[in-house]
């Protein structure tokens, strides 16, 4: 099915673990981004990829790192994970900007708890 | 960097009562898109909106992006139950690369 996929759903890690959420897209968007969703905070960027092998820094970056080999795939790693990394994940892509039909497609988020 | 204020942030309406949420950008915008988030789950996209003074409705749904394109507007009318949710702009950096969101407005419709 075309779509957009998290995986997994739900995941429950310890402090100090790495840990790697997955995303998977099926429409060759050039564009991937990943957020987390916080209480007051709302959805903020933490890394975005313009294509294979390009990423970017978004606002909170800091204890995460994301590669991008494939087009499809966008897996985001807390290398060392802190209780202040439990969220709401959520990844998105989208096709390339300014041109028509340029909405970012949204993933049905991973809830990370670190212990 | 550009940072995307929504107000109100929360917003209690009777059934069959119109609102408005507004999206203010601190830079001018290039594209800007409504979602819509139910608790718990991933957003929906709701419209895009890109040229000044744009307009676009859905069903009981209007956006609206002003002339000089930093601020937009989310109107519901004869709002219900099915619009209570997590409302959310977002917009797209001037590369076009980055695509970040305000806070959101959480709408609840009593019956």
Request: contains cysteine.
């Amino acid at each position: 099915d075309a779509g957009i996929t998290q995986s997994p759903r739900y995941k429950i890690t310890e402090t100090g673990r790495q840990v790697t959420l997955m995303c998977h897209q099926t429409w060759s968007h050039s564009y991937m981004f990943w957020y987390r969703q916080d209480l007051g905070h709302g959805l903020r960027l933490i890394y975005y990829s313009a294509a294979a092998d390009i990423t970017d820094k978004g606002e909170v970056s800091d204890g995460y790192v994301v590669s991008r080999s494939k087009t499809e795939n966008f897996p985001l790693t807390l290398e060392s994970a802190t209780r202040s990394q439990t969220s709401v994940y959520f990844c998105a892509s989208s096709g390339f900007p300014r041109t028509a039909n340029t909405e970012a497609f949204f993933g049905q988020g991973t809830r990370l708890t670190v212990v | 960097s550009q940072e995307l204020e929504q107000s109100p942030q929360s917003l209690i309406v009777q059934e069959g009562k119109n609102l408005t949420i507004n999206c203010t950008s601190s830079k001018t915008l290039y594209g800007l898109y409504w979602y819509k988030q139910k608790y718990g789950e991933g957003l929906i996209f709701l419209m895009m909106l890109q040229k000044g003074g744009e307009e676009k409705s859905h069903e009981k749904i209007t956006a609206k992006l002003d002339e000089k394109k930093q601020q937009s507007s989310l109107h519901i009318t004869a709002s219900q139950p099915s619009h209570a949710g997590i409302y959310l702009c977002g917009a797209r950096n001037q590369a076009g690369t980055a695509l970040i969101f305000g806070k959101g407005t959480t709408l609840s419709v009593s019956s």
